[in-house]
């Protein structure tokens, strides 16, 4: 693993009205690492991971602090290394029926996030393949409402994967899930993240879903990194 990291966080702080969420966070992820962050409900760890991907502004918080970026490793915004390209970075959300969207059929979305010039859903029924969703043929035609849970956040991976990020954030992205469908679709994100070759930043509050597949693992209790293992 190399030592300098795609990704260092450096004195993150996110507040509301003053009140600070966030202090004085500062950590790294390395090329290809799996990092996990854990911690309880409202510890700040889901801000965490939405600061990397510059989504606070979308919660009208306010961030501070520096979020740099290799740029040997990741192509930035403008030249500068305190953005990445949105190709560079996707993420897993907790509910997928929360940000898919209801009126368009999944393998249309998926085909809007596809980088590149490939035929588009050639490609899509690929990805849904890859994340080996139910009669993949049929889902590309299906609206997100008539798939189960499951499938719909195997619908969300095959978007992120369309992607091809370097960096792959998983927010919660198993908890609405019952306890079998939640390894399914872990271990189902870690093979495809080492197909990608990218770094992987798993978010959960459950210890025993991530401590054997983290190279690293850091614990925020109330805004703060109280251990790192």
């Known amino acids: 693993m190399s030592k300098k990291p795609i990704v260092e966080v450096k004195n993150l702080k996110i507040s509301s009205n003053n009140n600070y969420l966030i202090r004085d966070l500062s950590f790294k992820v390395m090329p290809n690492e799996i990092l996990g962050i854990i911690g309880e409900s409202g510890s700040g760890k889901s801000l965490t991971a ?16 520096e979020i740099v970026f290799n740029p040997n490793l990741i192509e ?41 010039n490939e035929d588009k859903l050639d490609q899509a029924l690929k990805l849904l393949k890859k994340v080996m969703i139910d009669e993949p043929e049929k889902s590309l035609n ?5 798939l189960s849970g499951g499938q719909q956040q195997r619908v969300m991976i095959a978007m992120a994967l369309a992607k091809k990020p370097k960096i792959l954030i998983a927010d919660e992205a198993t908890s609405s899930l019952d ?34 597949i983290s190279e690293r693992i850091l614990v925020i209790k109330n805004g703060e990194i109280c251990e790192l293992v």
Not at 50 to 65: A, F, H, N, P
Not at 107 to 116: D, K, N, P, R, Y
Not at 186 to 201: A, F, G, P, R, Y
């Open 142 to 146: 299906k609206y997100p409402h008539e």
């Open 179 to 212: 306890t079998i469908i939640k390894k399914e679709i872990i271990n189902l994100i870690v093979k495809l993240k080492s197909e990608l070759d990218s770094s992987l930043i798993i978010v959960t509050h459950n210890l025993n879903l991530i401590k054997n």
């Open 50 to 65: 939405l600061s990397i991907i510059d989504l606070i502004k979308y919660k009208g918080l306010k961030q501070e602090g």
């Open 76 to 116: 930035t915004e403008k030249e500068e290394n305190s953005k990445a390209k949105k190709s560079e970075i996707a993420i897993i959300f907790q509910d997928p029926a929360s940000y898919l969207n209801p009126s368009m059929k999944c393998g249309a979305q998926i085909m809007e996030s596809i980088v590149g």
